[in-house]
């Protein structure tokens, strides 16, 4: 497989904050990386240095062998910014056929793309009357007209609705199944793991984690018991192993805990009205949010969190 990115040793600060520390990655063509992480992470700063808008302060990265700060290499790049402006004034055809020529494609590649991204019928219309998916999508339209090796998408999906998120998964999927390798950061976990071949976790600039998303999951001690029953929350907050308690809606006790025999002995033992016990592995959700540190705090600390999916 041949490598399409590879980010060795990066750091990166600004002033006093420490935005990267020590960042090792490496990205196959056709292959799909999500990088997760909480806010303030890094993500945006390592993608920003991966497609060269930012310098690297110091390590190394390449892009199908070139330094993205160099026009040459960007043009086997394509990248959806988390903030991007663009020119609202310009019909949808004219900012991706602008696109096109920054990028080097032929003129030829911009009405493929738009038909790839569903805004044909949409083509003459100004961007500034464009709904939120539809930019979204002129945003996709504009990374893949010069057919990136590398696509790079800070947050893509961020405001979509849930049938627009499918698409454009979709569509990603279909540009990484023909060889593009895919760099993308999301808060979106449950997609991330059914689109990624590979969870990358980043927290305070450090990768915590990288490993497949079932990998990632695995890895991770706890369950999730849950069991409808009349056993306090309160309650479950002191027994071992607890790591977060909520009620479902409808009564149910949902916990997550590091030892699941500990706790359904205790239900068991405590309400013998209990009915409809389940135990389950928590998801990818829960396994970022531990790698990252934010469930670390002592139990008595976290009372009635709200944690699983
Ligand atoms: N231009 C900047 N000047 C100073 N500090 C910055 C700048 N950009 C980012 N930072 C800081 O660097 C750290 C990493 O920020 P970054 O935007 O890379 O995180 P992120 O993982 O993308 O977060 P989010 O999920 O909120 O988008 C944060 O502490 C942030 O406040
Ligand atoms: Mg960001």
Redesign the pocket.
Known sequence: MDTVLKVAAVHHR??S?V??DSVDLQLGAGECVALL????????????IVTGLRRCQQGTVAVTGGDPVRAATRRALGVVQ?HSGVPRALQVEEVVRGAAIRAGAPRGAVGPVLAEVGLTQLARRRVTLLSGGQQQRLQLAMALVNDPSLLVL??PTTGLDAAARRDFWERLAARRDRGAGVLL?T?QLDEAAAVADRVVV?AH?RVVAADTPAGLVARLPDRVVSARTGYAPADAITIDGTVAVRQDADGRLVVTTTQPETLVRALLAADPELDDLRIESAGLEQAVLALSGQLTAPPQEMTMMEVAR
Do not use: F
């Not at 992480?37 to 920003?48: E, Q, S, Y």
């Open positions: 600004y002033g904050t935005a990267l992480g909480p806010n303030g992470a890094g993500k945006t700063t390592l993608v920003d988390q800070d947050e950061t808060h980043l600039g």
